[in-house]
């Protein structure tokens, strides 16, 4: 929680992704002092950081992981396959969940195909 809420904090000061990326490259170190220190590193004020990492951002935190969750996402990275309807819903036919093989995509991506070729 508190790393999603610190890319959230950061992204207040027009870095998400750079704090992003810190904390994918040190996937274990999660500890709020240590994303004060990632802050720091970014040049982020750190006094607004730290305060927003209170609790600011927890409430968009949790919707966005009940959204995933409602969407069956299980764990990042995650990707949605499917169409887009005349109503401009999306149709989901395939959630690929974690780090998966190329074949896995294309499989997912075949399927869409064939099935959105027959309804042309």
């Known amino acids: 929680m508190k790393a999603a809420e610190a890319t959230e904090c950061a992204g207040q000061q027009g870095q998400f992704w750079p704090m992003h990326d810190v904390l994918f490259k040190n996937p274990r170190q999660f500890a709020e002092p240590q994303l004060v220190t ?8 750190s006094a607004a950081f730290g ?7 927890t409430d968009k935190v949790r919707a966005d992981a009940a959204s995933a969750s409602a969407l069956g996402i299980t764990g990042t990275p995650a990707f949605l396959v499917g169409t887009i309807q005349p109503d401009g819903r999306a149709k989901i036919t395939e959630r690929i969940v974690g780090a ?3 074949s896995s995509f294309e499989i997912a991506l075949d399927k869409v195909l064939e099935s959105s070729a027959g309804t042309r």
């Open 38 to 45: 990632y802050a720091q590193a970014l040049q982020l004020d």
């Open 51 to 57: 305060r927003c990492l209170q609790g600011a951002t």
């Open 100 to 102: 998966r093989p190329l």
